[in-house]
């Protein structure tokens, strides 16, 4: 079931075109922008949102275009990377306020904000001032603006960038929680590591347009191709039966090794050929992340059509 | 279910933003008041120190205040009867820029500005939204700067043990061309920020009127024509001076209005 889709977006800043035609769709669930510095995320949020009208294109917001109908942003809950708050007022001030700006009925405006304050735990911070919150907490309070309005879509840009990783961890349950009631996440993130295990449908975003869609395996397999990197420790010559069996490897830190196979199968196969040769093998763990791999991917690209 | 928003947004928007300026305790509107006390006080205490000689022209500023209806002798009460609507205009038009400045200035440099873009209300609504509050804010400035400008001519009054008496024309030129300069320099202040945010920003750091800006400079200007006028056309006669010196002063005010309203783009603050 589409909630929030976007057709032919194009879209960008005074005659600079940042968007190339961009095609989206997302139903209910998790799901995460990727792609490098520059590459449109943030201009696609902001298109997404209502906020910069695309000079081509259409978005949908449960078949409600926010930019012909400004009513239809209410259906959409934005946490920006960084989250204006008034920085004189404290933080439930800050939500009380955003309750007047979103028109929501005088009678439910304390409830939202006492179920928001709950639901993100920011009771201990209620009444302290913006301008004297953490980044995490600061983070938190524009998640917490988000969910004011109980919008069925949420666009986080970065939601646990700079936030340390207790609290980032905390902010990914809640937001699985919000995904697994009903509502569509997108979430734009650089958090390479942490993304793979917070979404399994992942759009990467290059130079404007969908460079590819998928599961972070699948999407390393389009993208990087079916190669594997590994990292292996283990007791006896390692080296040197890697070497007779035809994987050259390349020494990394403290008594590990890394070598590239041709795919997963292959592993299986050289652990039991490692073995054979005598190796006990100690380790064997993937020397990066399918997403890493897509992201480096991309950035190597950037740099070569650069230079 | 989403909750159902009320109706009459724009209400609603304006609504919010008064009760966070009535939260922030009207901080701004203090800070705004304190140069034109202190200037005030000062325009009351240095023709006293001066013994009433002329000085720097004083006395012929004197002469047009008695030209405007002063039936008592004393400079000083002419002084400030000629000063006071200049200060008025001069220093609203400060406190007024100072705070759009820091209200849409600021919370565009904060990203507030997107932020209330991606709410369920249009450019347009947020524009007349916040033309709203800067009407406001320097319609209570001109009426808090007003109240203290009469106190001051009181006092002063009391201390040269004279009495005055204010003929209806300059009432209505006092009271009037102050309040329109001080829309006018909101409407003109309000214009940068809104249309031209990176020149909102330029010489934000030197000392072009309280923390400066290019929003700032413009807002001073109607107010600078009070003074100007205030000065320079008492010749005129109160009718021509009020009309035209008004409608010049509105015209700036109504100016900047429309193109505010019909010029908010959200790609400029989006870009600044």
Redesign the interface.
């Known amino acids: 079931m589409s909630v929030l889709s976007g057709v032919d977006l194009h879209a960008g800043?005074?005659g600079r075109t940042v968007l190339h035609g961009v095609d989206l769709d997302f139903g209910p669930g998790l799901h995460l922008l990727l792609g490098p510095n520059g590459a449109g995320k943030t201009t696609l949020f902001?298109v997404l949102?209502?906020?910069?009208?695309p000079s081509r294109g259409r978005v949908l917001i449960q078949g409600r275009d926010p930019h012909a109908r400004?009513?239809?942003?209410?259906?959409?809950g934005?946490a920006?990377h960084?989250?204006?708050l008034?920085p004189?007022?404290s933080a439930a001030?800050n939500l009380?306020?955003w309750t007047?700006?979103?028109?929501?009925?005088?009678a439910?405006r304390d409830r939202?904000v006492r179920e928001v304050i709950d639901l993100l735990d920011l009771g201990s911070i209620a009444d302290q001032r913006a301008d004297t919150l953490s980044r995490g907490q600061t983070q938190r309070v524009g998640l917490a603006?988000a969910l004011l309005?109980?919008?069925?879509v949420l666009l986080l840009d970065e939601p646990t960038a700079a936030v340390d990783p207790a609290v980032a961890a905390r902010l990914r349950d809640q937001l699985r929680g919000l995904a697994a009631a009903g509502h569509t996440i997108l979430v734009s993130t650089h958090e390479l590591a942490e993304a793979s295990d917070l979404a399994d449908d992942v759009t990467v975003l290059h130079r404007g347009r969908v460079a590819a869609r998928g599961a972070p395996s699948t999407l390393r397999e389009q993208l990087v191709g079916h190669g594997y990197r590994l990292r292996l420790r283990g007791t006896g010559d390692l080296a040197g039966a890697l070497r007779r069996l035809g994987y050259p490897a390349e020494p990394a830190t403290h008594d590990r090794l890394l070598v590239d196979v041709p795919d997963e199968d292959t592993v299986e196969t050289l652990v039991a050929d490692l073995v054979r040769a005598g190796v006990g093998i100690r380790e064997v763990t993937p020397a990066g992340n399918a997403l890493e791999d897509v992201y480096l991917h991309l950035q190597e690209g950037a740099s070569a059509d650069a230079g | 279910m989403p909750a159902e928003p009320e109706p009459g947004r724009t209400g609603a928007l304006l609504g919010a933003l008064l009760w966070r300026l009535r939260r922030e305790r009207l901080r701004y509107l203090a800070l705004a008041l304190i140069p034109f006390a202190a200037t005030t006080a000062l325009t009351i205490v240095l023709p006293t120190v001066t013994g009433g000689a002329g000085v720097n022209g004083v006395d012929r500023i004197g002469g047009f205040g008695l030209r405007y209806g002063t039936h008592a002798g004393t400079l000083a009460v002419s002084i400030v009867l000629m000063i006071a609507p200049g200060l008025v205009a001069l220093f609203s038009a400060i406190g007024v820029a100072s705070i759009i400045r820091n209200l849409v200035g600021g919370e565009a440099s904060r990203g507030g500005l997107e932020e209330l873009l991606a709410t369920p209300h249009s450019p347009a609504a947020i524009a007349t939204a916040l033309l709203s509050v800067a009407a406001g804010l320097a319609t209570t400035l001109w009426a808090a700067m007003t109240a203290l400008g009469a106190l001051a001519v009181a006092l002063t009054v009391l201390a040269s043990r004279d009495s005055a008496t204010v003929s209806g024309a300059y009432l209505a030129v006092a009271l009037i061309l102050p309040l329109l300069a001080a829309w006018a320099g909101a409407g003109l202040s309000l214009m940068v920020n809104l249309l031209f945010p990176r020149l909102a920003q330029l010489g934000k750091t030197s000392a072009l009127v309280n923390g400066g800006g290019l929003g700032n400079g413009l807002a001073l200007l109607p107010a600078l024509g009070v003074f100007l006028t205030m000065s320079t056309g008492a010749g005129l006669g109160p009718t021509t001076f009020l009309l035209t010196a008004g409608l010049a002063t509105a015209a700036i005010a109504a100016g900047s209005v429309a193109a505010v309203a019909r010029g908010f783009r959200p790609e400029a603050v989006l870009e600044s």
């Not at chain 1, 949102?49 to 009208?53: D, E, K, Q």
């Open positions: 800043y005074r902001r949102a209502g906020v910069l009208p400004p009513e239809a942003k209410r259906l959409v934005v920006a960084r989250p204006a008034a004189r007022l001030d009380r306020y007047r700006v979103l028109a929501l009925p005088a439910d939202r603006k309005a109980e919008p069925p």
